[in-house]
């Protein structure tokens, strides 16, 4: 990784990066429950951005400061201008930056300790895995202010089961963490002060993997999701196969074989 593209801070979001490869990502505007306002995603897209340019990332870690872990849009700074253009580039920006999370080629693990709402909940549901503390609570309640949530929707749908999301996206209701495991949102629920732990142990299990299986593997996942069932077969199994010859593979195998520890894990 160049010096211009080591992780930098700002008021808006810390990120920093360890050793072993794994960044963390803080939302850092507890005052305002972490609102994504038009500074917080641009902050969001460049460290996305730098990330996906540091070919000995891992894993990122995407958390935050206070309370809540996100509250959405900045309902303030989108009152202020009531023009069509300008929510649009908004939403189109907020999408950009979601799509971004997906298309890393490492995983991102959503630490949530607290409150997640609207387009904070789109956030948690959008990561490739969440770990959330039992306090936490999440919600999709843009229709108590009028506002359908319709991009939250879209990771949302893709997370738990129809009927599920549409009544949290027409009630406005929020679920607990105990619910929003059982529904398919979040992977762990943990207490507040084993929430590190948790998301350590994901961390570690998946730093212990090939970093080039774990690349192709999350591309795979997310294409083939979108696909026909041949389609995604199709696309599967050229996907294992040029996954087969690759070095780390081959090597994976062999070891099995011989019962010893591959080369890459020494």
């Known amino acids: ?39 917080m995603l641009d902050a969001l897209q460049r460290a996305l951005a730098a990330i996906a340019q540091d070919d000995q990332a891992r894993v990122v870690v995407l958390g935050a400061a206070g309370k809540a872990f996100c509250a959405g849009h900045n309902l303030k700074e989108m009152r202020a201008q009531p023009d069509l253009a300008y929510y649009q580039k908004l939403f189109a920006q907020c999408s950009h930056m979601m799509l971004a999370i997906q298309n890393l080629p490492v995983p991102v693990i959503a630490r949530v300790q607290g409150l997640a709402t609207a387009a904070g909940c789109q956030l948690v549901a ?29 990771p949302l749908v893709r997370n738990m089961q129809a009927k599920q999301a549409m009544e949290m ?43 080039e299986a774990v690349r192709v593997g999350k591309a795979l996942f997310y294409k083939q999701r979108e696909m ?39």
């Open 1 to 39: 990784m160049t010096d211009a593209n080591r992780p930098q801070s700002d008021d808006l979001l810390l990120h920093e990066r360890d050793a072993r490869g794994v960044h963390r990502l803080t939302l850092n505007n507890p005052a305002s429950f972490n609102t994504l306002s038009e500074a």
């Open 126 to 154: 959008q990561c490739d895995l969440a770990v959330t503390a039992d306090s936490a609570t999440f919600g999709v309640n843009g229709i108590d202010v009028g506002l359908f949530c319709a991009t939250p929707s879209v």
């Open 169 to 211: 996206l027409l009630t406005g209701g929020f679920i607990s963490a105990q619910e929003a495991q059982s529904r398919g949102l979040v992977n762990r629920v943990c207490a507040w002060d084993a929430l590190d732990a948790q998301v350590e142990e994901l961390v570690s299990a998946i730093v212990a993997k090939p970093r």
């Open 228 to 266: 026909g069932i041949a389609a995604a077969y199709q696309l599967a199994g050229q996907t294992m196969a040029c996954n087969m010859v690759h070095d780390v593979a081959q090597e994976g195998v062999q070891a099995f074989i011989e019962k010893r520890t591959p080369s890459w894990r020494a």
